[in-house]
């Protein structure tokens, strides 16, 4: 098929594409292995009709070459966490209806059983290589490319189903959002079983043309070593990362604290996503690298939707505006249109950007949609032009006394108390309030809290109806592969 509809790798050059421990593979070279690994793997086919192919590879050339190689044989990507305990991707296999998975030595090692009970054929990149490319067939944008799946905080997770041109329109609004280009050199360290590492970075910077620097997981001496040194700069992370960024300069001496984060200042963009970054710590970072981060709002159905802009005003606790061929909207719950400023309502989403179907859950997929819209149940206000996240409607809108309270506003109030590592906030069932405010606390190194000295402290902080009724002290809060916090699993401490 014609490559363009592909995300890019269509730059047939000596570049450098992708950079993996002291090795490095140009655009070329990359090509050539993606179309020897689609020959292998349509093994005398004409097209694989949208088989689902799994694959269980970090970080890596192979991980890229499977991508594309399954695109370019007409499969359906279905990339798996690789943090996942073997026993955890049942459930993942068999809602796609697996029926290859590529896995190299360790990883194939541990998957051999489970892949013999569910009559998958497992098989390692170099297994399935040709000797030599040979045809590929035509696929067309609007054939199925890729199942992620839902993180599943909410409920059993789904299998999101992507085209190539849904695909497409993910990564070009990007590429004119945030202005990439072939001088682009960014580091990847997040999952790959993820939106955010797999389009934000990854299609991104092979799209433009860039060097994108592959890490099978967040190595801090190394990725800092390569900021003090220049090596990028362009820098995507999740909160959760900045705070390790953060805490790991509190274990150096001022001297490497400076180069790292003069590292960090001459960069054109460092950007936060995946879950909400706390105003202290937007703040933060800003003192430290003089970087303004640039926060949006996606997920696994939408790719990127909102965005704060990459020349303008980026403002802290935001996530911005549409991205461009994005339309959004909010909704009250009775699916009118919210037109007033800051009054709370269902963000909704519009474009080619969004999401096919759930895989083999018609249900699911009706109930997502309204009058074309699609259903994000994230609540948001707009403030002055700019969207601010409230939280998901299920999980962070605590309904409490007839008032509709953001569990993340409450969680970024508590955050800048100096005994307080990490908060989450959930609503709990009241008999007098309906809901009641509840924190879950962990606490800096030799810290201690008592409820009534909390209480206290947020007085004229935060309205009284907001201030937590309880309060738990826990080691560490439960987290998943984005380092976003599993609130149902706090439901079960309660």
């Known amino acids: ?3 363009n509809n592909f995300p890019n790798l269509n730059n047939d050059n000596n570049e450098i594409a992708l950079v993996e421990g002291d090795s490095s593979y140009s655009y070329a070279e990359v090509n050539q292995s993606i179309d020897k690994f689609a020959t292998g793997l349509l093994n005398g086919r004409e097209d694989l009709q949208e088989e689902r192919v799994a694959f269980f590879i970090p970080a890596s050339l192979d991980y890229v070459t499977t ?9 359906i990507a279905v990339p798996l966490n690789v943090a996942s305990a073997v026993a955890e991707l049942e459930h993942y296999l068999s809602c796609a209806s697996v029926t290859s998975m590529i896995a190299n030595g360790e990883y194939q090692e541990s998957l051999a059983e489970l892949c013999a009970e569910m009559n998958i054929e497992l098989m390692s990149v170099a297994d399935v290589m040709a000797e030599a490319p040979g045809p590929l067939p035509e696929v067309l944008p609007e054939r199925r490319a890729m199942m992620l799946f839902t993180s599943g905080t909410t409920n059993k997770p789904k299998g999101v189903v992507s085209t190539h041109k849904t695909i497409r329109a993910q990564i070009t609004t990007l590429i004119e959002a945030w202005s990439w280009t072939d001088q682009d050199a960014i580091p990847l360290f997040l999952p790959l079983h993820h939106i955010h590492g797999i389009i934000n970075i990854l299609s991104c910077g092979l799209w433009a043309g860039a060097t994108v620097h592959l890490f099978a997981k967040f190595d801090i001496p190394k990725i800092t070593a390569e900021v003090v040194a220049g090596t990028y700069n362009v820098f995507m992370a999740v909160p959760t990362i900045y ?5 790991y300069f509190d274990t150096l001496d001022a001297g490497e604290v400076s180069k790292i984060c003069d590292g960090f200042r001459p ?3 460092n950007i936060s996503g995946s879950a909400a970054c706390p105003v202290k710590l937007f703040n933060q970072w800003k003192e430290l690298t003089g970087q303004v981060l640039l926060e949006r709002y996606g997920m696994t159905e939408i790719g990127m939707g909102l965005s704060n802009p990459y020349d303008g005003e980026r403002r802290a606790g935001h996530v911005g505006q549409p991205l461009p061929g994005v339309e959004a909207q909010l909704f009250d719950e009775d699916h009118n249109p919210i037109t007033e400023e800051n009054t ?3 963000i909704r989403i519009k474009g080619d950007n969004v999401f096919l179907e759930y895989w083999a859950n018609e249900k699911a997929t009706t109930e997502s949609f309204h009058d074309g819209w699609f259903c994000t149940g994230d609540v948001a206000v707009i403030d002055d032009g700019y969207y601010r996240i409230m939280g998901r409607s299920s999980i962070d809108i605590i309904k409490s006394g007839g008032y509709k309270l953001s569990a993340l ?12 590592a990490e908060c989450a906030v959930i609503g709990v069932e009241d008999e007098t309030w309906g809901e009641s405010v509840m924190a879950f606390i962990g606490l ?4 201690s809290m008592e409820y009534a000295d909390l209480k206290g402290w947020c007085d004229g902080k935060m309205s009284s109806y907001k201030i937590p009724k309880a309060i738990k002290i826990v080691e560490a809060l ?3 592969a984005m380092g976003k916090v599993t609130k149902p699993d706090l439901k079960n401490l309660v």
């Open 1 to 3: 098929m014609p490559q």
């Open 67 to 75: 991508m594309h190689g399954v695109w370019r044989a007409g499969g």
């Open 243 to 247: 705070v390790k960024l953060i805490q």
């Open 267 to 269: 960069m054109r963009l």
């Open 344 to 346: 709370p309502g269902e």
């Open 409 to 420: 506003e409450i969680e970024g109030t508590l955050l800048t108390h100096e005994d307080i």
């Open 444 to 447: 800096k190194p030799g810290a």
């Open 478 to 480: 439960p987290r998943n």
